[in-house]
């Protein structure tokens, strides 16, 4: 009786484990990385980019044409965050709300919990 109680509480927090999880992993990945983020795009590109944003080299409809949505996430934290520590942030995030997406694409596929 014992084990079914806990599938049960299992199951109904699924979901907040399957954003947990991967948010955990990245956020441990990106400690262990340092100061610089981890990927050769994102302190390469995105923080370039997104600096010549803020200084007023590029307009918002220059970033719209290269990656609308990841842009309009990370301009905002840029306001509040260093540039580096906004891309960081910015992809613990994301790496949340993409578990939750193959969450739901895997029971979509007609998966149970």
């Known amino acids: 009786?014992?084990?079914?109680?806990?599938?049960?509480e299992l199951r109904s927090n699924i979901k907040l484990y399957v954003i947990l999880i991967p948010i955990?992993?990245?956020l441990l990945s990106e400690v262990y990385a340092g100061i610089?983020?981890?990927?050769y795009d994102t302190s390469m590109y995105y923080i370039v980019v997104s600096q010549?944003?803020?200084?007023?080299?590029k307009s918002f409809i220059d970033l719209w044409r290269i990656a609308p949505l990841y842009y309009f996430l990370l301009i905002p934290l840029c306001y509040f965050l260093s540039r580096f520590l906004a891309v960081k942030v910015l992809a613990i995030i994301l790496?949340?709300?993409f578990g939750l997406s193959l969450f739901y694409w895997i029971k979509s596929l007609g998966?149970?919990?």
């Not at 010549?52 to 080299?57: I, N, R």
Request: aromatic share 18%; hydrophobic share 45%; no cysteine.
């Open 1 to 8: 009786m014992r084990k079914i109680d806990y599938l049960k």
């Open 24 to 26: 955990i992993f990245r």
């Open 36 to 39: 610089f983020p981890i990927g």
């Open 52 to 57: 010549a944003f803020l200084d007023g080299k």
């Open 95 to 97: 790496s949340g709300l």
């Open 111 to 113: 998966f149970n919990e």
